[in-house]
């Protein structure tokens, strides 16, 4: 089975589409979605329609993007867990494309947005975010900033709860020698809402989350254990 974890803010107008989506791309696939809604304001969560192998997970109060995450994986019960927008902008039609890499040997597969339909403000500060971390977290991932991923469920043992986390699952999970791969996938404009995020948030936030991630990198623990026979 797999899990599709999408993180939800304010996405009222997207659920319906989303899960239509969902269910054409997913048909023929055992699979759960856990929706996690990060505090929102709107009728996200009365929009959501309920049934069999959906689950709703839902934040008091607003707490972050690394937080919605960061719960949902770790609330997943599939062997390979999806990570999905919930603005629409990430194409259903690519998930079995990222399962068919796990199928190949991949522990965890990111997607990398080669048409990107963002504005141009949003364009610059994700190019220089990405180059900033690629330079000094080694990850080799072109576009930490796309959330359609898809990992193997083991892999979760390397993410670490912190503000930022979700810009760097892809050198947490490398950092823990886990194998990863990226593959071209389809974004759209967004049709309903506004992004949550701004260029300062995106740059500068990412900028210092960047060293503390780096010194983590530095301090894992890398051991393989045998466990030998009674007597």
């Not at 009728?43 to 049934?51: F, S």
């Not at 949902?72 to 399962?99: C, E, S, T, Y």
């Amino acid at each position: 089975m797999i899990s599709v974890v999408i993180p939800l803010f304010n996405e009222e107008d997207n659920i319906a589409d989303l899960q239509a989506e969902l269910a054409a791309a997913l048909a023929g696939i055992e699979h759960e979605v856990v929706f996690v809604d990060d505090g929102s304001k709107d009728r996200t969560l009365e929009r959501i329609q309920r049934g069999p192998g959906t689950r709703v997970l839902v934040f008091a109060k607003n707490t972050g993007q690394s937080a919605a995450m960061y719960v949902g994986i770790h609330a997943a019960r599939g062997d390979v867990i999806v990570l999905l927008d919930g603005d629409l902008q990430n194409d259903p039609k690519d998930i079995p494309r990222l399962l068919a890499e796990i199928e190949k040997g991949a522990d965890l597969v990111c997607g990398y947005r080669a048409k990107r339909r963002d504005n141009l403000a949003k364009k610059i500060s994700s190019r220089v975010a990405n180059s900033i971390r690629s330079r000094f977290t080694k990850d080799g991932v072109r576009d930490t900033g796309c959330t359609l991923k898809a990992m193997r469920r083991e892999c979760r043992i390397a993410l670490v709860p912190f503000r930022g986390m979700h810009r760097f699952i892809p050198a947490l999970v490398k950092g823990l020698g886990y194998q990863l791969t990226e593959i071209p996938v389809n974004h759209r404009a967004r049709v309903h809402g506004e992004s949550k995020y701004k260029f300062g948030s995106r740059v500068f936030k990412a900028t210092a989350d960047m060293f503390a991630v780096r010194w983590l990198l530095t301090r894992q623990l890398k051991y393989e254990v045998r466990e030998e026979g009674a007597g």
